[in-house]
């Protein structure tokens, strides 16, 4: 006689980790409105429907849930331990992102009775394994930030060095040497000196751009930022 498999259902869950300068890094929950784990803070996601993929699916719970509409979103790790919800077998796929949280406004539905931003340092406890998914997030991230200019986004169309090695910074919670980082940048060609306003300009309030036809050229070439 053929074994029978139990029934497996598949979830995805979305990191949005929220970068202000003064502030640090900080990550979007929900607060549930149902059981398992009612009121308790979790990440936004919810079950993958029958016709869409996993990326749309991630896409849809969190709009649903927060009112974002990310597009930056990236597969990150499935999490299938067996027992990780109390209901039956489920796969979760997570994704995440890293955004300026100012340019969007949250708001709980669906599921979802509360929404807020909570500082990665300072977070609630959290439903299912949502405290080893976004411990993973921040992992990966930081990584990221390591090997691939990550965060140009959260910063002005034009910076100051300044600006950019203190979201590098936090970004990695360490420091950096700020000479390093800048040869490293300008060595590969990934920060354009804007032109001086006037000579009295001071040499530290110089204005970058970020290049980023270089910096796909680079990361097609298999090019690493590697900072230390």
Known sequence: MPKEFPRIDITVDAIIFGYKPNEGISV????????????????????????????????????????????????????????????????????FAIVKPELYKVHAADDAAAVQWFNIKKLPP????????????????????????????????????????????????????????KKKLLSLGLLKRQKRKSEKQKKSNLQYKFNKSKYFKLKKKGIALQIN
């Open 126 to 181: 959290l439903a299912f394994d949502h405290e080893k998914i976004v411990e993973t997030a921040i992992f990966k991230l930081r990584k990221k930030v390591f090997n691939e200019p990550v965060g140009f986004e959260l910063l002005n169309k034009q910076f100051a060095f300044t600006e950019l090695h203190r979201l590098y910074e936090t970004l990695c919670d360490k420091k950096i040497n700020t000479s390093d980082i």
């Open 28 to 95: 979007l929950l929900i607060k549930r409105k149902k059981n398992p784990f009612k009121s308790l803070w979790a990440l936004p996601g919810g079950f993958v429907e029958a016709d869409e993929s996993l990326d749309q699916a991630a896409s849809r719970e969190l709009k649903e849930e927060t009112g974002m509409d990310v597009t930056s979103l990236e597969q990150l790790y499935t999490f299938g331990e067996p027992k990780r919800d109390p209901r039956k077998r489920i796969i979760s796929v997570a994704y």
